[in-house]
Structure formats: structure tokens, C-alpha cells
């Protein structure tokens, strides 16, 4: 079987792993140190704070920027789960807006109609490797005295317009293991506020600056250095592993253009770093999913039930009419994208994909 996601770990993490085990310094901070140095200069801002996964990263966010019942966060439903329940975390609320039918990201005409006096941040998600439109939505947040936080967690390494994601000012990544960039379990916090940093830094740590003097309400959401010299390693392959995921994109690309699917699109001006690689098929796409399981050929479908369908969120009386999200979680799948994708594994794809599109077209699942 082929899988939708496989990381690329080799000897030189094993030796890096291994190197720290010898040291026997598992924890306490050197290689997680020397991580967030590289990280925060890689994405281009002051402070990378490294975190035990990226769902702890959104909610250090959301809680140092001191969010709380009654406010009221911007943000997609075609996301991951974590984006809404780190929201939910704080006690603030989430606001959903639809999203753009080709690219999948946050739909910045749709930000201003759903403005309260709650409103105190717009959450758009870089989805699938790609940085929604960071102008548009900072100058709506410029124009409301809002602040905007990426959920950068699928987009290490994404630029629009020469800035790299999680340059932008608020930003979490996720480190899972089917991430661009993984340490197994593990998530960062960029930013350039000092006094976040400095609050992030606190929280992960039981409070403590100092052992014992517990200077704010914290938790242990550390990374273990063992994590850490995995991801460095990662972040030394990082550029050539994007350049990989570019290039099997361009084969599939190519491979399609003929079939009535919507290939993954984004504006100029922006990188897309593949995630994953996602088509709008169509009604059918139950179908072709399944007939590529039986050809050898395990696709991904994210999501299939958005956010503001979730039964939890249901619950809280959250309420949204969003069609452009509810057309791509019933038509979009993506196909196996990772960087050690051989030639005839993505042969395997191209021929599986192809022929059950053709059985089964009824082009691309647009609303219109
Ligand atoms: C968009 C998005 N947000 C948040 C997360 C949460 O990250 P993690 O799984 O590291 O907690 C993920 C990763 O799964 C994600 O894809």
C-alpha cells in the first residue's frame, strides 16, 4: 500500500538521537534551544518558543494574548480541529468564515460582515502548505485594532511575497510526524512580541523562571532535547524535502491536466510548500477514494466533516452557513505527498487516479 504521508528519517537522525542519548542531557534544553535559534531565523522573526505539540502552541497563543470568555476569534471551519478547540480553550469564542472554492483558505471578503465589538483576533489557517491573503487580512485587522494568528502548522517554510510563514507576527507550527518538518510530537510559537515570548516561555515551564517560583499559572508543555536534535536535523533537510514535495506536485500536475478535477491553485506571489496536494473531484469522490484503496493507493480526506459540523461545537449553540466549506469537505481528497515519493509509487498513483476519475467524473464539486 501507499500511504498518504510518510516522514524522511534517516541515519542522521538516528545519529543525532543517538548523540544526545549518550550525553545523557535528554531534557533540559540545549539542542531545544539551538532549534528555536535556527527556527526563528529561518522564518524571518524575533522569537521561536518550542512547544510539545501545535495544538499546545495555538493555545499558549490564544491564552497569553490573554483571550477569555466573551471575545471572539475569526477563523475557518475547513481546518483541523485544533485551530477551533484552542480557541474554545480560553474561553473565547470561534467565529467562522467561509472560504475561497479554489484555494481553500480563509475568504478575506467574508471577514468584515462578522466583526462584533467581541472581536479580538482573525485566525487564518495556512492550509495544505499555502498562506492565505496575510495583506488583506492585516489590513482589515489594522482597520479594527485586531491581531492576526496564523495557524502556520502544515506551512513550514511557505512564503507570500517574500515573507515566510510565521513571520507575520503570531504564528504556531506543528511538528507531528506527517508534517513537512517533524520531531514526532512538537510545535513552535513565532512571534516578535517580547512580552508573549517571554509569557510563553513561563507557561510551558510550570511558570518558572526560577526553580520552584512559580510566577504565573504553567504547565509542562516542554520539547525534549531528544525531539529537538530530530528537528534539527529535519530543518537542514527542510529546503531540499520542499523542493521534493514541488517537484512530485509538478509530475501530478502534469499527469491531470486533461481530467475534469481542480488541480490545487494559489494566487501568485506565494509558494506553496505541498503539504499535501489536494483536487476538487467532485460527488464521486467517496467513491474514488475507495477505488484507490483497492488499487494499493491510501488517500487522505481533509476534512470530511468541517469544524461547525462537529458534534462538541454543535453543542456550544455555535451556529454558521458556510457552503463554500461544506462543498470542499464533500468533494477534495489528497493523494500520497511526501518527499521519498519514488517514480514508480507515483506512476502507481497517476495511473489509479486516472482511471477512477474517468469511471466516475462529475468535474470538480464547485457550488457554482
Ligand atoms: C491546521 C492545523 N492546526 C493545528 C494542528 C495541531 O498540531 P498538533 O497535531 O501538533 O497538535 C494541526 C496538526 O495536526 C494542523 O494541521
Known sequence: MIPPARPDLGPEEVAAVTEVLNSGMIAGGRKVAELEDRWAKFCGCKHAIA??????ALMSIFAGL???????????????????????????????????????????GRI????????????????FGVIADMDAIQAIADRHGLTVVEDACQAHGAQYRGRRSGSFGYAAFSLYGTKNM????????????DRLADWIRLYRNQGMRERYHHEILGYNFRLTDIA??????????????TARRQAVARRYDEAFADLPVR?????????????????????TRDRIVAEMKDAG??????YPIPCHRQAYVLELGIEADLPNTDAAAASSMSLPMYPGLTEAEQAQVIEALRASVLRNAVGTGDRS
Open 51 to 56: 512547544l510539545s505539540n501545535g495544538t499546545v
Open 66 to 108: 490573554g483571550y477569555g470568555p466573551g471575545d471572539e476569534v475569526i477563523t475557518v471551519s475547513h481546518t483541523f480541529n485544533a485551530t477551533v478547540s484552542s480557541i474554545l480553550f480560553t474561553g473565547a469564542s470561534p467565529v467562522f468564515v467561509d472560504i475561497e472554492p479554489d484555494t481553500y483558505l480563509m475568504d478575506a
Open 112 to 127: 468584515e460582515a462578522v466583526i462584533t465589538p467581541r472581536t479580538r483576533a482573525i485566525c487564518p489557517v495556512s492550509l
Open 182 to 193: 517533524t520531531t514526532g510530537e512538537g510545535g513552535f510559537v513565532t512571534t516578535n512580541d
Open 228 to 241: 529537538a536534535a530530530i528537528g534539527l536535523v529535519q530543518l537542514d533537510k527542510l529546503e531540499r524535502n
Open 263 to 283: 488541480l490545487p491553485t494559489w494566487p501568485d506571489g506565494r509558494t506553496h510548500v505541498y503539504h499535501q496536494y489536494t483536487l476538487g473531484v467532485g460527488s
Open 297 to 302: 493507493v491510501i488517500c487522505g480526506i481533509y
